[in-house]
Nanobody
Framework: QVQLVESGGGLVQAGVSLRVSCAAS????????MGWFRQAPGKEREFVAA????????KYADRVKGRFTVSRDNAKNVMYLQMDSLKPEDTAVYYC????????????????????WGQGTQVTVSS
């Protein structure tokens, strides 16, 4: 079973950019669609972005569309989330997750569609 480790979080000011990464432990990473979710204090975990196993299908939550970009490098077993024009409301723990199915034909936007999760990386945006 693939294991996931997020990195790249930190404390930044509003308006700047930050890139978080999700490194997978196995080359089987390339057969899984992947998702980014986030959870702010006192709030439920919410969908941010998802990318299919081949990287040619992507979905974003409306609140990040146009500011965030998800990508993956299957040769390096890594997924990225480039976050531009950050806002204080983007403050959260960001989690990456792997789909329950290999070569899934449906790009999922709910957490129950994902089986393996990383430990999360904190992103704090100050105003």
């Amino acid at each position: 079973q693939v294991q996931l480790v997020e990195s790249g979080g930190g404390l930044v000011q509003a308006g700047v950019s930050l890139r978080v990464s999700c490194a997978a432990s196995e080359r089987t990473f390339s057969v899984y669609s992947m998702g980014w979710f986030r959870q702010a204090p006192g709030k439920e975990r919410e969908f941010v972005a998802a990318i299919n196993w081949s990287g040619d299908e992507i979905k974003y939550a409306d609140r990040v569309k146009g500011r965030f970009t998800v990508s993956r490098d299957n040769a390096k077993n890594v997924m990225y989330l480039q976050m531009d024009s950050l806002k204080p409301e983007d403050t959260a723990v960001y989690y990456c997750a792997a789909d329950r199915l290999q070569y899934s034909l449906v790009l999922k936007t709910t957490s129950d569609g994902y089986k393996t999760w990383g430990q999360g990386t904190q992103v704090t945006v100050s105003s």
